[in-house]
Nanobody, 120 residues
Framework: QVQLVESGGGLVQAGGSLRLSCAAS????????MGWYRQAPGKQRELVAT???????NYADSVKGRFTVSRDNAKNIVYLEVTSLKPEDTAVYYC??????????????WGQGTQVTVSS
């Protein structure tokens, strides 16, 4: 099993910035993809950004140019730098990973979520 623990959410004014972090534990053997999704009240969970082991990234159109995803492969940590925040970015942000673990095949894992609230 792989556990994902997020940190770094909070309340910020529009135009502000935050840095979200997500650490994977549980002795994953490999984490080909890590990333972030978000879910706003009354809406479906949506992709924010992903990054693979080679560093290739993918972003939702709504966050391109404002959010940056990165990862530390040695520490199994993925980061999300969020800048120029807008009220519509308010959501619970979930860490996501596709990983293999000892005794398991390839699986999908989710963190518990961290709240980001942007005030206008």
């Amino acid at each position: 099993q792989v556990q994902l623990v997020e940190s770094g959410g909070g309340l910020v004014q529009a135009g502000g910035s935050l840095r979200l972090s997500c650490a994977a534990s549980g002795r994953p053997l490999s984490i080909p993809v890590m990333g972030w999704y978000r879910q706003a009240p009354g809406k479906q969970r949506e992709l924010v950004a992903t990054i693979n082991l080679g560093g290739s990234t993918n972003y939702a159109d709504s966050v391109k140019g404002r959010f940056t995803v990165s990862r530390d492969n040695a520490k199994n940590i993925v980061y999300l730098e969020v800048t120029s925040l807008k009220p519509e970015d308010t959501a619970v942000y979930y860490c996501h990973a596709v990983a293999t673990a000892t005794g398991s095949g390839l699986g999908t894992y989710w963190g518990q979520g961290t709240q980001v609230t942007v005030s206008s």
